[in-house]
C-alpha cells in the first residue's frame, strides 16, 4: 500500500486528486493539509510514502516545505504538483531532492503513473518539464535572471512578490530579521531592482509567478 499526503491550500484541488488517487487499489490517502508547515508536522509524526506538494500556499510555502521535508523525513518523497512550468523553479527544487515534478494540469492517469513510478524509487518529470530543464540547462545564454539565485534568495524572492513581510519571513524561516534583509538587498543588487515592487514586476514578467497569486 502507497501511503500518501496531500499537501494544497485549496480543498476542492485536494478532494479533486483525492477521489484520482483513491480509486486506485494500492494508494491510501492517509491525510490532507493546506500548508507547508501543517505538511512537515504531519511528515515528521506520520511518514507517507509520497507527498503532494503545491508549491504556492500561504506562508512558508511548497519550496521551503519540500528543502524541509527532505531533510526531516527522508522515507517520504516529494512530487510537486504546480502551476510553475518554467525554469528556475522545476529545476531548483529537482536540484534539492524532489523526486517528482507535475503540472495541475497534468491528466489523471499521468498522475497515477507517475506516483507508482516514484513509489518504486524512480524519478518522474512530467514531459513539458523535462524540456524546459533541459532547454535550461543546454541555453548557457538563458536571459531569465532569477537563474542566478540561490535556493534560499528564491524562497525569499517568492514570499515577498506573495506579500510577506520581513519580519514574517523572519518567523517563518526561523532566521532573523537582518539576515533576511541581507538576502533581500543582495538579491536587489543580483536581479539589478530597487524595491519589493520592482521585485514582483520583475517575477511576473519571467512567470516566476503569476498575477492570480498576488
Known amino acids: 500500500m502507497i501511503k500518501l499526503l496531500l499537501v494544497d491550500d485549496h480543498e476542492l484541488v485536494r478532494t479533486g486528486i483525492r477521489r484520482i488517487l483513491e480509486d486506485v487499489s494500492e494508494f491510501k490517502v492517509i491525510g490532507e493539509v493546506s500548508s507547508g508547515e501543517d505538511a512537515i508536522r504531519f511528515c515528521r509524526a506520520t511518514p507517507p510514502d509520497i507527498v503532494l506538494m503545491d508549491m504556492n500556499m500561504p506562508g512558508i510555502g511548497g519550496l521551503e516545505a519540500t528543502k524541509q521535508i527532505i531533510h526531516y523525513a527522508q522515507d517520504a518523497k516529494v512530487v510537486v504538483l504546480s502551476v510553475h512550468t518554467e525554469n ?90 537582518k539576515t533576511v534583509n541581507t538576502y533581500r538587498y543582495r538579491m536587489f543588487d543580483k536581479l539589478h531592482v530597487g524595491s519589493d515592487v520592482e521585485l514582483t514586476h520583475l517575477a511576473l514578467r519571467h512567470k516566476l509567478i503569476d498575477s492570480n497569486q498576488l
Open 88 to 177: 528556475p523553479i522545476p529545476a531548483k527544487v529537482m536540484q534539492m531532492g524532489a523526486f517528482g515534478y507535475l503540472t495541475k494540469g497534468t491528466d489523471p492517469q499521468e498522475m497515477i503513473n507517475a506516483v507508482r513510478k516514484v513509489a518504486s524509487g524512480q524519478r518522474y518529470i512530467a514531459p513539458e518539464i523535462a524540456q524546459q530543464i533541459a532547454i535550461g540547462q543546454l541555453n548557457l545564454n538563458d536571459t531569465n535572471p532569477f537563474d542566478q539565485l540561490s535556493k534560499r534568495e528564491l524562497e525569499i524572492t517568492i514570499m515577498l512578490t506573495k506579500g510577506n513581510r520581513v519580519p514574517d519571513i523572519a518567523s517563518k524561516l526561523n532566521i532573523s530579521a
